[in-house]
Each structure stands twice: as structure tokens, then as C-alpha cells.
């Protein structure tokens, strides 16, 4: 006879953590691992990463999924991995062959279509991706074995450097170092430059290493967050703010902070700004440490010597925050 599964008591938990998503997992599977780990009552990711790919995967606990759509809008940095010759249906490894071709193409020839790639571009999205039609994903098209017209969408790529490339032997292959705009699909960047060089070509590495102002090497791994005590784990976690990097930040007194958490806006002599960052005292009944710290209340914009509230922290968020941050409350 099984033994019963012990039930996780879920708690409040509010912050950022950086995970350097594994490979074969998805971005969904990963979140719900360390949702699990971490025993929080709510979260969400910053947008996903495929099975295939590893990399910066912020993951938003309690108040900070409230600001997770700021990091949907982000640059994001890839490095990865062309193998030239071999077209899949995918447009990844875990796809089959369907086109293979020899690779004729010279250094020159590469240099001179990645220099295409630069700048504005149009991507047409690939089947298999979660991109939906009719209310349909449309890799569950792709799965019936059906092809439907995608409307091209316009993405930037910033940068494209080519960090090495081997166009002889048996895995002809380049490997990119890729800043592009939300939105871009590297499985189709990486088919078209195939395209572009004339023998196809497919991904067989994908590994996101930054987005926004989140480095790869600021993150842990699922096994070892894993390893670590209750009290280390929570100790990973950086605080809902560090989504609102590049904020104006605002400080607002007790009585103009009340208000602001309350939807009203604030007069005062604040610049134009589309981005702002508020902070303000300990709200009254919420944790009163000896000292009154500055703490973060929500998100705004400024116009016109107007404070225009955004997305707003609860009362009670607050009181957690402090109550699970020694160093605010000291």
C-alpha cells in the first residue's frame, strides 16, 4: 500500500527568481518545479523558452507577476547553434529531415547574408509554435499535419555576431550570438539564414543569456535549488523591483502614499516619464519596524505634474514583503 503524498503548505511568497531553465523541460514544467520547491502560492514566467532551449528564465512570485509583462517587451540575447545542409519540420533538432543539401557557401557568403539579417526584419512564424489562429495554437495544426497561412510580423534584430563557423566536414554548422527585438523567432532566423545560404538549415542549440537587464550568469539551476535548505531557496529570490529596472523612481510621504495605493493620483513637481517606480513608507497596519523604510507601492507614469498610478501593490503584499525581508525591516 502507498503511503499518502504529503500536501505542500503553500505560502506567500513575492519576488524574482532566475532560472537557468534546463534542457527537455517546458518553460510551464520548470515554473510549476520551483513553484513547488519554493512552496508559493502564485506565479508565472516572462514568456517561454521551448523544450529545446536553456537559458534566463525569470519567474515571478506573488506581487512580481504583476510587473512580468514588462519583461514579455524585452531585448533578448541567444546564443545558438545553425547546423547547415539539414532542412527539419520543426526547424530544430526534434524534428524530421525533410530537405537535405550540400553546403557550397563561403565565408564571404556568410559574412554577406548575416549582414542582411541586421536591423528591421519580417519573420513569417513557424507552425510549431504557440502562436494561434483561430483560437488554435499553431502547433497543434502542424501535429494534424496541416499548414496555415501566418501573416509575417516585423521584428529587430540589434545584433548578430558570429562567434564560429564550420562549413566543411560531416555537421557543417555556424554558431550566433543573436540581440533581437520580443517577438523573434530564432528557429526561423536560423532557417532563413540557411535559406539565404542555399542549403537550409535547422537549430541544434538554443540558449537564451539575457533579457532585459538578466544575465545568464545571474541564475540557478533547478537541481541546485533543489539541493539548498527552505530558508537558502527564499534567499535566491530578488526583490519585485528588480523588474522595474530603468523606472523613474518616485518617493512618496505616508499621506500622498496612501493615496497612491488607493488609485489616486499625485500632484507635484515630477518630470514626464513613462516609467516610474514608486515607493513610499510602511503603510499604516501594515509590519511597523523600528524604522520606516522605503518600500516598493507600484508602478506609474508622470505627465504633466501628475503621478498616474499603474499597476499597485495590495496593503497586504506589503506586510508579506516586509515580513520576509529582514533587511527592509531593519
Known amino acids: 500500500m502507498h503511503a499518502p503524498r504529503t500536501r505542500v503548505q503553500r505560502r506567500p511568497v513575492h519576488g524574482v527568481l532566475l532560472l537557468d531553465k534546463p534542457l527537455g523541460l517546458s518553460s510551464n514544467q520548470a515554473l510549476q518545479k520551483a513553484k513547488w520547491l519554493l512552496r508559493a502560492e502564485k506565479a508565472g514566467h516572462t514568456g517561454t523558452l521551448d523544450p529545446l532551449a536553456t537559458g534566463v528564465l525569470p519567474l515571478c512570485f506573488g506581487a512580481a507577476t504583476k510587473f512580468s509583462q514588462i519583461h514579455l517587451d524585452a531585448d533578448k540575447t541567444y546564443e545558438t547553434t545553425v547546423r547547415l545542409g539539414v532542412k527539419t519540420s520543426t526547424g530544430d533538432a526534434e ?11 563561403s565565408v564571404g557568403q556568410v559574412v554577406e547574408v548575416l549582414d542582411r539579417f541586421m536591423g528591421p526584419i519580417a519573420q513569417v ?8 489562429k483561430d483560437g488554435k495554437a499553431l502547433y497543434e495544426y502542424a501535429r494534424d499535419g496541416e499548414t ?45 539564414i540557411g535559406e539565404a545560404l542555399g542549403c537550409g538549415g535547422h537549430l541544434t542549440m538554443l540558449r537564451r543569456v539575457e533579457t532585459g537587464p538578466f544575465n545568464v550568469s545571474q541564475c540557478i539551476a533547478l537541481d541546485a535549488l533543489e539541493a539548498l535548505g527552505e530558508n537558502e531557496r527564499l534567499a535566491q529570490l530578488l526583490p519585485v523591483q528588480s523588474l522595474l529596472d530603468g523606472h523613474d523612481p518616485v518617493t512618496l510621504d505616508a ?11 499625485r500632484r507635484g513637481d515630477w518630470a514626464d516619464s513613462a516609467r516610474v517606480a514608486v515607493f513610499g513608507p510602511v ?8 524604522s520606516s523604510p522605503s518600500v516598493l507601492l507600484g ?27 529582514p533587511e527592509l525591516a531593519s
Request: glycine share 8%.
Open 299 to 325: 508602478s506609474a507614469h508622470t505627465l504633466a505634474g501628475e503621478l498616474i498610478p499603474g499597476r499597485l501593490l495590495s496593503p497586504i503584499e506589503i506586510q508579506q514583503i516586509l515580513e520576509t525581508s
Open 255 to 265: 499621506d500622498h502614499a496612501g493615496r497612491f495605493l488607493s488609485g489616486v493620483r
Open 125 to 132: 512564424p513557424p507552425m510549431y509554435s504557440a502562436l494561434k
Open 148 to 192: 496555415v497561412e501566418r501573416e509575417p510580423r516585423n521584428v529587430v534584430i540589434h545584433d548578430l555576431d558570429l562567434l564560429d563557423m564550420q562549413l566543411q566536414g560531416e555537421e557543417p554548422q555556424l554558431r550566433l550570438r543573436v540581440r533581437c527585438s520580443k517577438g523573434t523567432y530564432i528557429r526561423t532566423l536560423g532557417e532563413d
Open 283 to 290: 503603510p499604516t497596519g501594515a509590519h511597523d519596524p523600528p
Open 95 to 105: 524534428g524530421d529531415a525533410i530537405d537535405v543539401r550540400p553546403v557550397t557557401c
